[in-house]
Structures are given as C-alpha cells and as structure tokens.
C-alpha cells in the first residue's frame, strides 16, 4: 500500500489519490470495528489517551482556578509568582517527559503529569487576568449590600470571571491533549493510547493505518472542544454577545 | 443649614489625595463638611472630576479619607459600611443573576430566608414596574430597566441611606427625566435618606430637597442651596428656572477652572 508515483501523469496522480483516500476510510473504518494487527480497537486507545488526559485536566483546574483567583486578587502574590510562573511556564511539557518518567515511571500519573503542564498555564493566566479586568462597580455593590469576603469570591468574582475561565479551560484542554499524544509517544506505556499507536504504525510501516491514527487524535480533540463549547453555552447564557 | 430634623450622615472636614502610579499627586477633595438629614434627599452637584464618586466612596466606606471623617447615625465609618444602598453610574448588575437574583443579592448574603426573600423581591418588582421581566437577564434589559433593577436591588436590604452616583448619566434624555420622576415616586414611598451626585443640575434641582455645589478640583462644598420648590417640579417653570440660572452661572465658572489649569 505504497504511494506509487512512478509515472509522472497528472491522471494517473489523482486516481492514486482518491484510491488512497478510499483505502484511508476502509481502514479507519476497520480499526474501529476489528482493532488493528494486535486486536486493540481504535476507540480504546483513544478512550485510553482520554483517561490520561481526563486525569490531567482534572487536576490542572483543581489546582489552577484557586490559585488564579489568589493572584489576581492579590497584588504581591502576583508579582512575587510572576517570575516563577513564567520561566516554568516557557518550558515546553515535551522537555518533562523524561523528568516524568523518573518520578513518574510509565504508569498513568507520568502521562497525567504531563498534561496538568500542559493545561495548567493557560488556565491559571486567564482566572488571574480576569480577576484584575473585573469592574469595580460589582465588587462596591456586593461590599456595601452586605457580601463577606466568601461571597465576593464565590458570588461575584468567580461567577464574573467564568467566561474567561472556561476560555481558558478550552484553550487548556487542548494543549493538554497535544501533550498526552506526545507523552504517549516519548515514554511508551501499556501498549494503548494514540500516540502510542500512531508511532507503532510508523515502526511496523503501516503509514495509511499511522495516518488513521492521526485523524481519530483530529477528531477527538474536536468533540472535546465541542463539549467544552457546549458546556459554555449551557453555563454563560447571560453574557452579552458582540460577535455575530 | 440647621434644625432639619435628626441627622443622619455627618461629613467632616474630608480631604483625600490620590496618588498616581508615577508618583503624582490629585487632590480629589479638601475640608469637605456637610450634614444629611433623615429622609433628606441631598444632591451634590460638581463639575466631572471635583471628587464626587471619592465622595460617595468614603461615605460609603469604601476608601478612606486622609483626614476628616464620616459618621453615620452617629457612628464613625471605619471600614465599609454593610447595609448601604450604592447605586453607581453603570455595569453594576450581575450579568450571570436574573432580575430576581440581582434583586435578592443583599438578602441572599445577610442570610433571609427563601420564603421571605421571594416576599421582598416581588414587592419591589411591582414597585419599580419590572413585571414580566423577573427571569430575564441584564443583557435583555434596556439601560432604564437595568438602573431599576438596581434601584430594586439597593432598597432590597431596606438601607440605612442610598448612595446613587450619577445613576442616569448613560441614560437618554426621555429615559433620563422618566426615570427621575420614578425615583422621586420611589422615594416617596419609602423615604430613604437619599445621596444622589450628579453633574445634571437639571436632575438635581428637580429632585433635590438641598442641593451641595462642590468645586473643581479639589472639591470644596462651594454652596449650599435648599430647594423649596413644591413637588413634583415643573421644569419650565419660572422659579425652577432661576434656580437653574442661579446655579449653572456657579457652576460655569468652576467649569472654566477645571479647564483653565
């Protein structure tokens, strides 16, 4: 199942790709429901990838959200962090996998570690650039209706600063996912999750089933996206919108 | 002005510097004094930038004077005051609450019941005329309404006194002078000591039992003038107009001092 360009005919060219194209759908089609050469169905590795991710994110809004809050809402924390978060920040997720696996090992909370890297900055940045963009007006009013320190948290600030939260959290989700990909290809694990099987296609020359493999990371990303998009229309039905 | 009744807010020689981020000094307010009586409606009124919003601020609690004091019901404001009814220029809604949860706010965080505060809020829907529009948020209310909801939302926790800066500033001229006329009503029926700044001298004769005339910068009490005029005010009226002249001949020349420096 090789790209054959022998015969340098423009015909010839499209047919082979279209051709490649129907093989492409055939296969992905059958990853899905026969597995590929080791019986491992395409879905399980995804569901595999998703585990380690969802352990990840979890963790990384756990931790993000109350610590955004905490630095937006205060200054000197903000800038006695702010070097740290930024010079951890700029290293790349991909340069702690090998970190990862000596603390780590190969199990399930390397891949997860990786991803709370991933999915932890861009979530921490947008709590606490919401906090310091929060208007005054609200917080006067709740201070002078009576709100105690708690309610400003959990009934202005945070309800306040949601869209920039969830904004971060797609953004987050994202990133976090790219790095279960690549965790999964660094630090071979059990043998399931899509990294894992899109490298192994490489290794074994299975280059349309290696491509099948990048697609399903595609389209995953996509309905995770789709989710969270879902979700954010579900929770900010108030918010004025500008765009069309 | 003496022997209005009890009072109820006592400003006394309030002064407040700002400083900038570079270090440059604003003198909002200097030796600031006034007194509000119980059921009194005070405007103050003042060229933009004399210091009214620091003004209402520190009545409020909200930032501390350098010198001078406030006292409220003879108490001395230290730290911010729980129970006031601050009604500020614009986006003071909560965008993510309903008109009923926005109302309800200052009764939900002092602890009232479920039962009592759907009492409360219902009343005051029907007082302010929001009727049909309970379950709808801000961002479907027109700039008129959503002052209402605010109006609604600071006599919820039935105040020591409103505090409203500039309430109807981003208002249209129609919505402007309908919406005075509904706080003149409201505050009819609930005789509220009321603090309404303004640069609309207008908006503040037509509702003002007193009106406070702070200058540009800093803010000094320029004049006092008690408005005696029957209510409600007609505005074209020749007494309501000399008031207006009065006043605006005063103001003008702040104004030219404000943009003379």
């Not at chain 1, 990384?60 to 903000?78: H, R």
């Not at chain 2, 208002?171 to 009819?188: C, F, G, K, P, V």
């Amino acid at each position: 199942m090789q790209l054959n360009i022998s015969m340098f005919n423009l015909w010839d060219l499209i047919i082979q790709f279209f051709l490649q194209i129907v093989f492409l759908i055939v296969i992905f089609c059958n990853l899905i429901i026969r597995g590929d050469i080791f019986g491992v169905n395409l879905l399980e590795h995804a569901a595999a990838s998703l585990i380690r991710v969802g352990v990840g994110f979890a963790i990384a809004i756990i931790t993000a959200i109350p610590l955004g809050l905490l630095i937006g809402w205060n200054k000197k924390l903000s800038s006695i962090t702010h070097p740290f978060i930024e010079m951890v920040r700029h290293i790349p997720p991909i340069a702690w996998i090998p970190f990862s696996i000596v603390f780590f090992g190969l199990g399930l909370f390397s891949s997860a570690f990786i991803v709370w890297l991933g999915a932890f900055f861009p979530i921490l940045l947008s709590t606490a650039s919401g906090v310091k963009n929060l208007g005054r007006a609200q917080v006067d009013v709740a201070i002078t209706l009576g709100a105690k320190e708690r309610d400003l948290i959990f009934k202005v600030v945070f309800p306040a600063i949601l869209p920039e939260i969830i904004t971060g959290m797609r953004v987050g989700l994202g990133v976090g996912w790219m790095c279960v990909i690549a965790s999964e290809m660094i630090g071979l694990r059990k043998p399931v999750g899509l990294g894992f099987f899109v490298l192994e296609m490489q290794y074994l020359g299975r280059y349309l089933e290696m491509i099948a493999g990048m697609i399903m990371i595609g389209l995953v990303g996509l309905f995770l996206d789709y989710g969270l998009r879902f979700l954010e229309n579900r929770i900010l039905r108030w918010r004025e919108e500008v765009g069309k | 002005m003496e022997n209005e009744g009890i009072v109820k807010i006592e400003v006394v020689n309030v002064s407040k510097t700002f400083t900038g981020e570079y270090g440059q000094k604003v003198e909002a307010l200097r030796d600031v004094s006034f007194k509000v009586y119980e059921g009194e409606f005070l405007t103050v009124v003042g060229p933009s930038g004399c210091g009214k919003t620091t003004l209402l601020r520190i009545i409020a609690g909200l930032e501390k004077p350098d010198k001078g004091y406030v006292k409220i019901d003879g108490k001395k404001v230290e730290s911010p005051v729980n129970g006031l009814g601050y009604i500020p220029q614009d986006f003071s809604l909560f965008p993510w609450r309903t008109v009923i949860g926005n109302i309800e706010f200052g009764l939900e965080v002092n602890g009232v019941s479920r039962d009592e505060r759907k009492k409360i809020v219902k009343e005051l829907i029907g007082l302010v005329g929001l009727e049909g529009f309970e379950n709808s948020f801000p961002k479907e209310l027109s700039g008129g309404m959503k002052q209402k909801v605010a109006i609604a939302r600071a006599l919820a926790i039935d105040p020591i006194v409103l505090l409203l800066d500039e309430p109807f500033a981003n208002l249209d001229a129609q919505t402007r002078s309908y919406m005075q006329r509904e706080l003149e009503r409201i505050w009819h029926e609930h005789k509220k000591t009321v603090i309404f700044v303004t640069h609309h001298i207008e908006e503040a004769i037509y509702l003002a039992d007193r009106i406070i005339l702070l200058s540009s910068r800093p803010g000094k009490v320029k004049m006092e003038l008690k408005i005696d005029l029957p209510r409600p005010r007609i505005i074209t009226s020749p007494e309501f107009v000399s008031i207006r002249a009065k006043l605006l001949k005063e103001m003008e020349e702040e104004f030219v001092k404000t943009f003379n420096v």
